[in-house]
Structure formats: structure tokens, C-alpha cells
């Protein structure tokens, strides 16, 4: 899974820590040993509990009926979410997603996951859709 934090990490080594950047650059940080802590424990919070979505750049599929290829991503689970750039139109009314060329599952309105989503996405636009296990069902996060 792809995360806003993939790539960037840091290390906590009293008094300094250290980020290392996606490019490789490194900035090095001294702070008191109460705020390293504490930078610590958010770092930690947010690279364990707070994954981004997966970024998915080619799209398939047909109007209604979007896809992505097998090879594109996390399995599937509970949460997962995703950002699609849209070959195909998504209409207002009933939509569906087959994720890694499973089947196509219907995507709903994150207000109410009953109802089909109320306004349609032109192709080249991009939609960030969430998971429920529960419910199989993917929600709309975008609207």
C-alpha cells in the first residue's frame, strides 16, 4: 500500500533525530528529549494506524463498471481505500468496482451506504473509494 509516508522515514537517536527524505537527503533535528518523545509516539501513531490510500493510475473498465488490473495494488481488506483516476464516467445512480479483477462490487454513498452515489465523475477526474467488509460494499469518500 502506498502511503504519504512511504519512502520518508525518521530516525530517533536522543538528542537528534534525523528525517530521511524520498530523495535520499537527510535533515538532521535536535530537540529537548520530552518533544522526541512525543514526535516519537505520533510518528508511530500515524505509521501504524493512519494509512493513506493507494493510488491507482489506470483505470478499466466501462462507464458504470470501473476496474483495475490485478496487479495493482493491496489485497483486498477491511478499510482499504483507494484514489482512481477515472478512464471511465461514474453516473449518478448504480455503480460498480472489481478491484484487482475480482468481482464487481457496488459502490455506494459514504452518507448513506444504502443509497447509489448522487452525482457522476467525468472520465480523467479522480474518485477515493473505502472498502467495508462487512457491508461489501466500496463508499464513496469523494462526494
Known amino acids: 500500500m502506498t502511503t504519504p509516508l512511504d519512502g ?6 536522543s538528542p537528534v533525530t534525523t528525517i530521511q527524505w524520498r530523495n535520499g537527503s537527510k535533515t538532521p533535528l535536535t530537540f529537548e528529549p520530552v518533544w522526541q518523545r512525543r514526535l516519537q509516539a505520533i510518528w508511530t501513531f500515524l505509521t501504524t494506524f493512519v494509512p493513506g490510500p493507494s493510488y491507482i493510475a489506470t483505470e478499466t473498465g466501462i462507464a458504470n463498471a470501473i476496474a483495475c488490473a490485478a496487479n495493482s495494488g493491496p489485497a483486498l481488506a ?66
Open 8 to 13: 520518508l522515514t525518521i530516525e530517533f537517536r
Open 78 to 143: 477491511d478499510g482499504l481505500t483507494v484514489t482512481i483516476k477515472l478512464a471511465n464516467a461514474l453516473h449518478a445512480g448504480a455503480n460498480t468496482f472489481a478491484y484487482k479483477g475480482g468481482p464487481a462490487i457496488p459502490i455506494k454513498s459514504h452518507f448513506n451506504p444504502a443509497n447509489n452515489i448522487a452525482t457522476a465523475y467525468v472520465a480523467g477526474s479522480y474518485v477515493t473509494l473505502v472498502y467495508s467488509l462487512g457491508a461489501n460494499l466500496w463508499q464513496d469518500c469523494s462526494q
